[in-house]
C-alpha cells in the first residue's frame, strides 16, 4: 500500500508548517489527527485524535467546541494520507508537525505528540487485525466449500 500513491511531500511540508489548523485524514485508522497551531498566553497548540465528520461545517463546529477561546480559522487544511502511519515519520512529516510546535514555545505539547502516535499506530495494528479476521469487512469473494 505505501508504494501505490505518489505524495508530494514538499506541499505536504509546507502545509504543516505554514497552516494553522490541518487535518490529516488516514486509510488505516477511522480517527483523523486534528493539528491547531494556534496558541496564546494561556492556551498552546492542540493535536488531538478526532472522529470522522459528514462535513467541513461539522469539522469547524467541533473545532469550535474543542477550542472556544479561539476564532474559527478562515480554512482547515486537510492531507489525505494514503500510507501506513509510520510513513509519517519516514517522510519527516512527523517531525514538521513535533517541530513547528517545539519551535512556537511549545516543548510538551509537542512531547505529547509522541503518546499520539502510539495511539496511532495502535489504532492501525487493531485495525490491519480486524481486516485479516474479517472483523467489521466483508470478503469480496465467497468461501469457497
Known amino acids: ?10 506541499a505536504i511540508l509546507n502545509t504543516v508548517r505554514r497552516s494553522e489548523v490541518v487535518a490529516f485524514r488516514f486509510v488505516t485508522v477511522p480517527d483523523r489527527l486534528l493539528i491547531d497551531n494556534r496558541s496564546s498566553e494561556t492556551e498552546g497548540p492542540m493535536v ?14 467541533s473545532l469550535k467546541m474543542l477550542r472556544p477561546r479561539f476564532r474559527l480559522p478562515k480554512k482547515i487544511s486537510a492531507i489525505w494520507w494514503p500510507r501506513y502511519i509510520g510513513g509519517l515519520v519516514e517522510s ?8 513547528r ?41 465467497p468461501v469457497s466449500r
Not at 92 to 99: E, H, K, L, Q, S
Not at 113 to 138: P, S, T, V, W
Open 48 to 61: 488531538k485524535l478526532v472522529p470522522r465528520v459528514s462535513s467541513a461545517e461539522e469539522r469547524f463546529k
Open 1 to 10: 500500500m505505501d508504494n501505490i500513491y505518489h505524495l508530494d511531500y514538499e
Open 92 to 99: 519527516g512529516v512527523w517531525d514538521a508537525i513535533t517541530d
Open 101 to 141: 510546535i517545539a519551535n512556537d514555545g511549545h516543548p510538551d505539547t509537542a512531547r505529547a505528540c509522541d503518546d499520539i502516535l502510539c495511539e496511532l499506530r495502535k489504532m492501525e495494528r487493531a485495525e490491519m487485525f480486524n481486516a485479516i479476521g474479517g472483523e467489521g469487512y466483508r470478503t469480496l469473494w
